[in-house]
């Protein structure tokens, strides 16, 4: 990997992370087709951007994960693996255990808070608490099938932690540790494997097991990776198709209402790696320098990511509302949905620059750091 592909992968970290936590804001969006007006632009706009368009940030994560994973990896020995595990332990696993047990208590929180606000009731944080063991809180406390199947009619099944998103990090664990199977399937299959794993990604092929299929992508870094393959197209013909194509995909979604319904449902992995190519290809020219506060953004991402379902995402919705207590029409509901993600990556990173200061040693340990 070159200086110019590290700088951008350090410069889609803030975006994507914002794009994360915009998917997380999305609500209801409700479009009449029939009637189309000025009083669906908020239905709109959400199914657009949280229903659609931000759909691609999980999988640059995973594709980038994936990449540089592999970077550098000659053979798939013990010191190698032994090497990349005790590197995942630090920046995986002990933010993973750490995250799901804060969660506990600051979930706890929340709910209590809805409780004073009546938008629950008591029963529901008994229920929460009541719920919890070793299992939920590390693995599956919640469980859900894909609300509609693939072209063959299988249905998918996907757990989640205790911290709901997090189980982009618990796949991350369990993909670094079937890395020698990975790198033996990249090396030994070469683009037959990509082939038929592009396969079956596109339709959805997948088991019912608690890990994402968008794991896979973790695989399609590997072999970009493994096989030295630059991040983006070096042709602006190709590079211009890629942001046609994404475009042209998003206008259809859109039209389908993404994962909302059957036709979306099955589009939608098309999509998120054509948006994945188009991604790179568009942040290509910023990979030349890097800013300080592009590096910090970049520092502080995984940190938002953690915090922000748990504590700033219920504060970002309160402060929002407050904010167009009194909205009707079309316009003011729009602004307070697009303001929104930007308020809880905000409070985020106040949060974060709080404990730069503060508790350094205890952000460390919190984002994976070993030094900060």
Known sequence: MNKTES???SHLRFPMTLAVVAQHCMGTALIDWETLGTKDIPGLVKTLVSGCAVQIAVPVFFFISGFLFFQGVTKMNRDTYHSKIVRRFHSLFIPYILWNLLTIPLLSLTKYGETLTGTTSMTELYDFWHHLNLKTV???YQASINEFPNLLGWSSIYTSPVLGPFWFVRDLMIASLLS???????????????VLLSVVYLLRIWPQTAVNSQILLFVFGAYWSLNGWSLTFQ?????????AVALLLLIILVRLEGN??????????????????AVFNLWRGSGERISSLTQWLSKSSFFVFALHMIFTLPLGFFVTKALFRNASGWLFPTLQYLLTPCV???ISLSIYWLMERLTPRLLSILTGSRKQ
């Open 344 to 346: 809880i990556y905000a």
């Open 138 to 140: 590390f693995w599956s």
């Open 235 to 243: 042709n602006a013909l190709w590079r211009k198709l890629s942001y």
């Open 260 to 277: 909302a319904t059957y036709w979306g449902f099955q589009l939608m992995p098309l999509f998120t790696i054509v948006g994945t190519v």
């Open 180 to 194: 020698p199977l990975i790198w033996w399937f990249v090396t030994k299959t070469k683009q037959w494997g990509l």
């Open 7 to 9: 700088q951008l992968i």
